[in-house]
């Protein structure tokens, strides 16, 4: 016996190893029977065809790895009270999760019907990857879980978003050795450089390197322990490592290693939470743990290697219903755990196994950290109004939106700093976003060397930045995830760097809506900015309003597209953002000074409804027909749409104009489809039913038509929009390129409205004129012409409305 | 003098330092006037507001650490005679990219007007940022590029995808230590695990910790050299330190550090050409290049710290035009270059200067290699008939559709195999997704240890397999973009893990198209299998078929949909798709027993057509007038579809259905809007003007619903596909959950078709009674009821088509 054994066995005694390998086991027996049996769960006769399910669906090889792991920390949790939140990296490992959340107890108090005992046994067994039963990942449906691990890589940035402001919170996050291959893990290891010890909890990766993904060894695994090492001290991590595949001295090795890094943890944690701590960055502690893939499992099929090679990473022994051999493989495997000294007569857990878990809240399947919405206290709101922007009229002031935001986030940081739970996230873009203002209040947070001449960084601000959108989006859900607040701010072309974390958010809150005792969390909300319009210093690359058109695939109930025309609407919006849950609400809006529309009341109004016939804008009073609606949905086609508007109310005054304004744009879709719909009958009043639309939309064209295809007026929608003519030129030679110009859309009318082509054409030729002097202005003097630049809404547009 | 500054001055010689050193400061020179002016290029007369641009707009922060980069490497270029690619991660150094180009010539030869001297330089500064002009990156229209970095994530795996079966090239590849964040990048650092030093070229990482980003430092940088080493050891790099400020010593180092790399690149590849190579991984050298952000511009600007900190990252000094205090620094910066010292009275570069660049195809803006069209060979491609499925009859077989695709992979692998251009790319899924024949021809590449019992792993493998969709994606693009062929099979959820990397990618095909010196490269190629409606194992998280309604937002010339539906159909547009260029092709197909429909002819015509009727399916005749059209894409859905029709048929034998299959989707477009669409008349010729379409599509409904809004009879299209309702279950319940079985599709055919509800009643009540017999035996058994399991196509529909 070596050092470490002598120690293990000092700690936990010979008598402790062998319960919990016995509570091992019964975890492995229960993964096993989950994959494979529909009855006989206790194997009280021989195994028969029919006790073995038709479809065998799930995967064992991850599985034996996360039981041992979660068997010793219950251990710790138990000898230390800690309250530990258990992140399942290698989502297949869904066997493993609901076996040991069912030994503690914790899954039959959720779910009644799969109670303790025989019965619970078999419907538990049952139920895994069977129609109308549960999933095969640690889904919404898996207690003590808030990471799905469906799609592989964002297990660390979780476990650190849980972190974050819950000092009290160990996350041990388990990391299988495929997962490690991805981008969005290997950037997250970076994270340690922002968490801090005093204020936030711990995070305790723990490397699983099993050695193998699907059907290939890993990367990780097959580098020596000298180059993985010298990586997580790069990283700025200890590893210790366990390693070895014989159950009992694994255990010992398991127990001395988890008990040497949380005295690591505590001993950081308690330095930096005194008068003493300089802000230093701690170095750590992680644990590698190499243990055989499948382990426990068969080590040969039909002559094959199976045990510590991917052939587990699936079902081991394919065929046991139908061929006798591998049936006989099966029952062998499972007896070998020796279920009758796990479980008494009537299937319980035997008494002495079941004292080793931990009891009620810190059970790893009942923390409240798991359910975040149990946690979650709703933020304090500034008033928007008292921030709002004086607007006397229509375009009577100047702003830059987002900037406007900013003094409203900064309020909400402010009045939000004891409860420490809001944070605003962004790749290095707050400042450039104009959202400054929140730097009155709190710093970006930063755990690295700091300079006298660094700007607003400090060990714990509130911003977080990082040059990552998977690091931000990530943080981001394990903030709210448990029951925390925040929004992050994105240029609006890269938020597709994260399009298929967000699917997964989405599912997630789809089915955790489903289930009553998940609690609602906070919304994900989104500023895009630096958008699509006002790329000025970075052309094409930067242009892409397509996030819109991802999103809008995902359930109604889920989603929400805002566009405020201006910076009192985008306050309401933002508000209103904050104040709801489980949502992913995307806001679109510019940072650069544009004119503003709306007072408080008008965009209050506007924005409860959603969509509106500006009538000061228009030519026709409500209720009257209009000769055609000049449509607009994003702050630079308002402008532009506006525009063109005071053109043919200039030269056509008989022209009858409606100029609607939709903020959100769900409304556009029937109110069958998506609660925030207008009803036919609504929509119709304000686009009409035989009019022609001329829309000017910010994203894409197609999704406003696809939106309303089912509307009565939907052959008459003309949509301008971006139509990826993209580069570096100036902004009103943007919108030219892409069509969506006044020009263009004052031209669209004239070509719409039946009969005017003829009586318009004088003006029709002076707007393709006007856009050929545009287009060699712009060449020459590399600006925009004066005429567009300076143009602003005419001062008398109020008495002109319903003339 | 050090050691090392002995040897460089030995090595290079203070003359040659003197003559990079003004090099350097030409290339900076003339990116600051790139940045800033409009006229007065050489500075000929004092600065004026005139002659600055009115919209500054590009980024000086990485440009002189870019340009003495450059400069470096031409002197080794000449010295050694290598061919070198200059890959630009950060992207916003187009700059120095421009200024570099122009100095060697190859600026001027691919644009004429932009000549040498006085006049072309005026018109290089002009065009810069200018509207009109030339982006701020190192865009398609920067020679010498093949990465816009407009995006930052991928300049290493563009690098490693330009290395692979480029035996002689050197990729030289600047990382920025704010790119260095991403995930992407941090994952890319492993793709040393996969490169071959006998037959791959080599990569050198350069990564330039300049310090800062937008507003913040960056990670590495305030990382300490002790961590720096150990993270680039666990990587698997040797890292090689250039660090300072004072432009001599720093020429010198660089010098040495480069030369010292160069010859470890040397000695690895001579060791591993040599049949003394045992396989191993060589420990592959860097370069850490440490100098200030903003290098040799101003130190201050109204009292603020630019260089060398944040500040410099765009525009140091930002009133230039309106601000003569301001010109005033802008005009003794530039004139701290020397002008007058750099170029003759013509305003060419002096001849001693210009002898340092190396000449022709060795400067590293003429490099073919950057221009991969010019050395992209076509692939001999296998007559995929020789492979194709026997298929007597329309379900007359039953088959594995990717499996077959498997055999015409391999063949492809094996024809190709001397020109080593093609590669297979996939997150560890290519036995999965059933394409395992290739193994027959090829193996997996795995540079780490070998083990007895492992399974198609080779140092010289095709296939290449990573946990990671970034890494398969950038490696791919790099190697298409430097003149190969490859496809990237992929399960269908998690392409939108790279949706981003494709939307850049489109941009670049977008706006290499309009260039004409770029020539095509081939195609970017998709396999997305495993889909959403056979997830049997794995449920929600993995069903998500939105890919297709992303890539739709794309330029139509660039990107092409395919949903064969079965074997046949595979092959053909497989083989159709290696052979086009500059397109993204997307190719949707199971991989599991399904069967098959079409015959080698069949397939082909139909491929062909794009679209059509399949006549056998149906019970109306080719021109006469069906009562309803049944319309599918997919191969779930065809599926599907014919059971509907079967249903019908035999029901309501009176009934006249014509069934219309759509292969490449893009024909639904108007041939306005989509070279592959449809012509209205042949679309109404299919769909009928006024009919009612039941449309069972692969995807979200509302792609269909887009893609032909503008068709006469799109109010009548009522389209069935996946409403994101998912879950672990069986496949026949997976598409009733979405209401894409037949049951629902037929029963949407009585509800639409005008009187046929009445008449129906009978059917639509049985079928009701079908969906609930099926969701009561699915819940049951765990498997599909055997009818719906065992429902083949009726032997005798040939002779009931048309009755």
Chains 1, 2 share one sequence.
């Not at 199976?306 to 061929?323: G, I, K, L, T």
């Not at 609602?520 to 397509?546: C, E, K, M």
């Not at 405020?564 to 104040?579: G, M, S």
């Not at 509307?711 to 919108?735: C, I, K, L, Q, S």
């Amino acid at each position: 016996m070596n050092d470490e054994a002598q120690k293990a066995a000092t700690t936990t005694g010979l008598y402790q190893v062998d319960l919990m390998d016995r509570y091992w086991r019964a975890a492995n027996y229960i993964s096993v029977g989950q994959i494979y049996l529909m009855d006989n769960p206790l194997l009280r006769e021989p195994l028969k065809a029919e006790h073995v399910k038709p479809r065998l669906l799930g995967h064992w090889g991850t599985t034996p790895g996360l039981n041992f792991i979660y068997v010793h920390l219950n251990r710790v949790i138990r000898q230390r009270g800690l309250d530990v939140l258990f992140i399942c990296g290698p989502g297949h490992g869904g066997p493993a999760m609901v076996a040991n959340t069912w030994l503690e107890g914790s899954y039959s108090e959720i779910y009644p019907e799969i109670g303790q005992g025989e019965d619970g046994l078999r419907k538990l067994f049952r139920q895994f990857s069977f129609p109308g039963g549960v999933p095969s990942h640690a889904a919404p449906e898996t207690p003590g879980s808030i990471h799905e691990g469906g799609e592989l890589g964002y297990a660390l940035v979780h476990a650190f978003g849980a972190a974050f402001d819950n000092p009290d919170l160990v996350v041990a996050c388990v990391v299988g050795d495929g997962e490690a291959e991805t981008g969005p893990l290997a950037a997250a290891w970076h994270s340690n450089k922002f968490l801090n010890p005093a204020s936030d909890g711990a995070v305790l990766p723990i490397l699983h390197l099993n050695g193998y993904k699907i059907a290939n060894p890993t990367i990780l695994a097959r580098m020596d322990d000298l180059e993985l090492r010298a990586l997580f001290a790069g990283y700025g991590y200890e590893p210790f490592f366990v390693e070895g595949h014989e159950p009992v001295p694994m255990h010992r090795l398991m127990a001395t290693k988890l008990d040497t890094v949380l005295d690591r943890i505590r001993s950081i944690q308690t330095r930096a939470r005194t008068p003493f701590w300089q802000g230093e960055r701690p170095l750590w502690p992680m644990i590698v743990l190499r243990s055989p893939k499948g382990w426990t499992g068969p080590k040969e099929v039909d002559g094959k290697k199976v045990e510590d090679f991917w052939r587990s990473h699936q079902v081991p022994v394919s065929n046991a219903r139908s061929n006798a051999g591998h049936r006989k493989i099966l029952e062998d495997w499972m007896r070998s755990y020796e279920p009758e000294k796990l479980f008494d007569n009537s299937g319980r857990l035997l008494p002495e196994l079941a004292a080793l878990a931990p009891t009620r809240p810190k059970r790893m399947g009942s923390t409240p950290y798991a359910n975040g919405g149990l946690l979650k206290r709703d933020l304090v709101l500034p008033d928007w109004r008292s921030l709002a922007l004086d607007v006397p009229r229509p375009g009577g002031a100047k702003a830059e939106a987002t900037r406007i935001l900013g003094s409203y986030l900064r309020d909400v940081m402010r009045l939000n700093a004891d409860a420490r739970n809001f944070r605003l996230m962004g790749p290095d873009e707050t400042s450039s976003n104009r959202l400054d203002d929140v730097f009155e209040v709190t710093n970006r947070v930063w755990m690295q060397r700091i300079e006298p001449y660094d700007v607003h960084l400090s060990r714990d601000g509130r911003v977080m930045e990082v040059l990552s959108e998977h690091l931000c989006q990530g943080w981001l859900e394990g903030y709210l995830l448990t029951g925390r607040h925040g929004l992050f701010s994105c240029y609006e072309a890269f938020i597709h760097i994260v399009d298929s974390m967000v699917n997964q958010h989405a599912k997630w809150l789809k089915t955790s809506r489903e289930l009553a005792w998940r609690k609602p969390i906070a919304s994900l909300n989104y500023l895009l900015t630096s958008h699509v319009w006002r790329q000025d210093h970075n052309g094409f690359s930067h242009q892409d309003p397509g996030f819109a058109d991802f999103v809008a695939n995902k359930k109604a109930d889920t989603v929400r597209l805002y566009f405020p025309p201006d910076a009192n609407t985008l306050l309401w919006i933002t508000e209103h953002c904050l104040k709801t849950y489980n949502r992913i609400n995307v806001i679109t809006a510019g940072k650069q000074p544009a004119p503003q529309w709306l007072s408080v009341e008008d965009a209050e109004a506007h924005c409860r409804a959603g969509a509106g016939a500006w009538e000061w804008a228009g030519t026709v009073a409500k209720g009257e027909d209009p000769d055609v609606v000049m449509a607009c949905a994003g702050d630079v086609p308002t402008l532009e749409t506006l525009a063109a508007t005071d053109i043919l109310r200039s030269a056509l005054p008989d022209l009858k104009v409606r100029v609607v304004n939709v903020v959100d744009l769900m409304t556009l879709q029937s109110n069958s489809k998506h609660p925030h719909g207008l009803a036919d009958e609504d929509f119709d009043a304000l686009f009409t039913k035989t009019r022609p639309v001329i829309f000017a939309y910010h994203g894409y064209p197609y999704l406003i038509h696809r939106l309303t295809y089912r509307r009565a007026n939907h052959d008459n929608m003309h949509v301008h929009g971006f139509r990826e003519e993209g580069t570096t030129t100036t902004p009103f030679d943007m919108v030219v390129l892409n069509e969506l110009d006044r020009f263009h859309l004052a031209l669209a009318a004239i070509k719409h409205v039946p009969g005017l082509a003829e009586r318009a054409k004088g003006l029709a030729a002076e707007l393709q004129a006007k856009l050929v002097e545009h287009r060699a202005y712009v060449r020459e003097y590399g600006e925009d012409m004066p005429e567009v630049q300076e143009w602003n809404w005419p001062e008398n547009s109020a008495t002109k409305a319903g003339d």
